[in-house]
């Protein structure tokens, strides 16, 4: 017995950039990006991790916090201004664990308060673990089984990696592992997959 594991790769229209005021900024690979305004130099900066469930449902924008940076750079305490609930959490997670250097007024350090937006923009694709999008399929075919692998006995796990677009057809698929024959066939069967969009 034989059955095919898919990685899938869901492209997402990316969105349109956003302006954010001036100052140090950071990326990370899931698309967060964050800048702050007001003139603190950041010492330690923790990226925002994109929440996977957001990503999922497409979610994007900007969460806004208001910090308060302590005399000796630590954000000792901060509220959310604005953003979607779905990535707050995230944000504030990332947030809490900055540190700057201390902001001085003539010449002596005091606490200030400032203001942080933290973007998160879809990526042109996402990666979706193997299993991700079954629940998501509106069209399947079942591979058949070689009748070469009946005969030799042979089973195994054939592992594919596809590309679907937004429209939810398979835009290209590829064979990542597996026995040749048992790999083909499942290749046969799964190119003609439809999922519905996110």
Do not use: C
């Amino acid at each position: 017995m034989y059955r095919p594991l898919i990685l899938i790769v869901l492209l997402s229209g990316a969105s349109s950039p956003q302006s954010r005021p001036a100052g140090p900024a950071a990326t990370t690979p899931a698309g967060a990006e964050s800048s702050i305004e007001r003139d603190l130099k950041i010492t330690t900066q923790i990226p925002a991790e994109y929440p996977p469930k957001a990503l999922k449902k497409g979610i994007h924008g900007q969460v806004v916090l208001h910090v308060f940076v302590s005399d000796s750079g630590i954000v000792q305490n901060f509220t959310v201004v604005s953003g979607a609930e779905e990535l707050r959490q995230a944000a504030l997670d990332a947030v809490r664990q900055w540190k700057f250097e201390p902001y001085l007024e003539n010449g002596k350090p005091i606490p200030v308060g400032t203001t942080i937006p933290i973007n998160f923009t879809l990526p042109e694709t996402i990666e979706l673990p193997s299993g991700a999008m079954k629940d998501y399929i509106v069209h399947r075919v079942d591979p058949q089984f070689p009748r070469v692998a009946v005969g030799g006995r042979v089973q195994g796990t054939a592992v594919l990696h596809a590309i679907i677009g937004k429209d939810g057809t398979i835009k290209d698929l590829a064979i990542v592992s597996g026995q040749s024959s048992i790999a083909h066939a499942a290749f046969d069967a799964v190119k003609t997959v439809a999922v519905q969009t996110l």
